[in-house]
């Protein structure tokens, strides 16, 4: 059992930056596979970016390669996710999701993970 919780949200203008973090709490995530993922009202939950259990493995959204990052502490039991050159069409809430497979499953797919966090809303602005 693991609970995860996104911060850093928040409104910032089109081209700005924001750092997300999804800290784990109740159990260490270290070997765990780890993703983001965001939500727009009425649309599908869709993939962001993911990282394996040691943040040798990195899977980015098309819509979001070479702007996003998302890297992992596992020492502090936290992931990350920096977004830089921000579009407004990256407002939605961003869930941060944690999978306990033992092979790690298919991070890019929702269905892979286990635990999810309440989500930390990012709007930008145009």
């Known amino acids: 059992q693991v609970q995860l919780v996104e911060s850093g949200g928040g409104l910032v203008q089109a081209g700005g930056s924001l750092r997300l973090s999804c800290a784990a709490n109740g159990r260490t995530v270290s070997s765990d596979g780890m993703g983001w993922f965001r939500q727009v009202p009425g649309k599908e939950r869709e993939f962001v970016a993911a990282?394996?259990?040691?943040?040798?493995?990195?899977y980015y959204a098309d819509s979001v390669k070479g702007r996003f990052t998302v890297s992992r502490d596992n020492a502090k039991n936290t992931m990350y996710l920096q977004m830089n050159s921000l579009e407004p069409e990256d407002t939605a809430v961003y869930y941060c999701a944690a999978s306990t497979a033992v092979m790690g499953g298919i991070l890019r797919d929702p269905r892979t993970y286990d635990y999810w966090g309440q989500g930390t809303q990012v709007t930008v602005s145009s």
């Open positions: 990282i394996s259990w040691n943040g040798r493995a990195l």
